[in-house]
Each structure stands twice: as C-alpha cells, then as structure tokens.
C-alpha cells in the first residue's frame, strides 16, 4: 500500500480562511518531505519542502510541520485565495536517489 | 529557459501501437524520471535515471523502456500499448542529490 496518504480527500474552505491539508507517512527512514500544487492540466510545482531534523519550516504564505512521532506532515496556507484552488501532493524521500514517492492528493477549493 | 519540455501534450493509441513520449529537459539535470497518474492516485513511478548511460526501474516500470543517451533527453517507449497505459505522464528532473523534482506539464495518453 501507500507510504504516504492524506486524510481529506477535498478541503473546502472560504478565501481569506487559513487551509491545513495534512499527510500520514508510515516509513521512519523517510529523511525528507516535499509539497507540490498541482493545477488543472498541469504538472506539479514545488510549493516547499522539509528535512527530517526539522519540525517546521516557513515560506510565503506556506508553512510546513513535521511531527516525526506520529509520522504526520501537514501544509498551511494563510490568508488562502481562490489562485490556491488545486490538487496538493505530500512526498516522501528515502532512497536520497530523488526518487520520491507520493500521496494520492488533497483537492482544496477555494471559495470567494 | 524552458526547463522540462514533454511532447506531445495529447495522444490516442489503439492497442498493440507503439509510442515514444519525450522529454527533454534544459537545466542540465543529471536526474530524470517518468511518473505516471491516475484519477484518485499520486503520481508513481515508472523509470529514472541518474545521468547518461544508466537506467532503473520503479515502481510501475512493465511494459515501458527508457534510454538515455544524453544528459537532455529521456524518451519513454511503449512497445505495446494496452488500456491499462491509459493514463498522464509525467517526466521530471533534478540535480543529482537533490530531491526537489521540476516536473513537466504532463502528456496525457489514451488506449482504446
């Protein structure tokens, strides 16, 4: 089965409101994690990622948390607007060979 | 710049056709890969590649070959096509030892 996997299939949330879509990984020798956006007919796009001996990291607007006990990872997006519409994707990474290895994806909705 | 170029960006195939996907990358990234998505599933992997002359498989890789004769392209090729192929494809590159993937915008294949 999969490694990594998402609670929520689709998030609906209202724009101005603060998004958490969150990812469970079950391998402990997973030593980095990365967020993609993916928009309709397009390919992915990095949005930030993570190492292990991190537990949180901060871009624009982006904010990554990594609970290492509970095997949990989870995306925040502030003040979330209608562009942010689109499939968001946790991976994992245990190899180092950049191949990496992802979660079915999380569809938020973004409503103004 | 134009990062990772795919061609073409739609094709149907009967079954039993053969194909090649491009991929053609700019960044001179001694890492590629072929990922391929379905509805409802994360991207998996079929083939990579960790620079000219060296191939392996993923997780996905049966009734696919890959080459890679230059540090630019990496052409996928299916022999056979079955329904089962139907799907996106993706193809991505990187740096060696680093994980964080640019992806292309995707060739969306159809068998019947």
């Known amino acids: 089965g999969e490694s990594v996997g998402l609670h929520l299939p689709t998030l609906s949330v209202q724009e101005g409101d603060n998004s958490i879509i969150n990812c469970a990984y079950s391998n402990s020798a997973s030593d980095y994690f990365i967020w993609y956006k993916q928009e309709s007919g397009k390919g992915p796009q990095f949005i930030i990622d993570?190492?292990?001996?991190?537990d949180k990291r901060q871009g624009q607007r982006v904010t990554v948390l990594l609970n290492k006990t509970v095997k949990h990872l989870s995306l925040q997006i502030a003040a979330t607007q209608p562009g942010d519409s689109a499939v968001y994707f946790c991976?994992?990474?245990?190899?180092?060979?950049?191949?990496?290895?992802f979660g079915k994806g999380t569809m938020l909705l973004v409503s103004p | 710049n134009a990062g990772v170029t795919q061609t073409p960006k739609f094709q149907v195939l009967k079954t039993g056709q053969s194909m090649t996907l491009q991929c053609a990358q700019d960044m001179n990234h001694e890492y590629m890969s072929w990922y391929r998505q379905d509805p409802g599933m994360g991207l998996r992997l079929i083939h990579y590649?960790?620079?000219?002359?060296?191939?392996d498989q993923g997780e996905v890789p049966n009734g696919y070959n890959v080459s890679r004769s230059t540090t630019e392209d990496f052409p996928l090729r299916l022999l056979s096509a079955a329904p089962s192929q139907t799907s996106v494809y993706f193809c991505a590159s990187s740096y060696q030892g680093d994980e964080k993937l640019f992806f292309g915008s995707g060739t969306q294949l159809s068998v019947l």
């Open positions: 991976a994992e990474n245990i190899s180092g060979y950049s191949t990496l290895t």
């Open positions: 993570i190492r292990s001996n991190m």
């Open positions: 590649s960790v620079g000219a002359g060296i191939t």
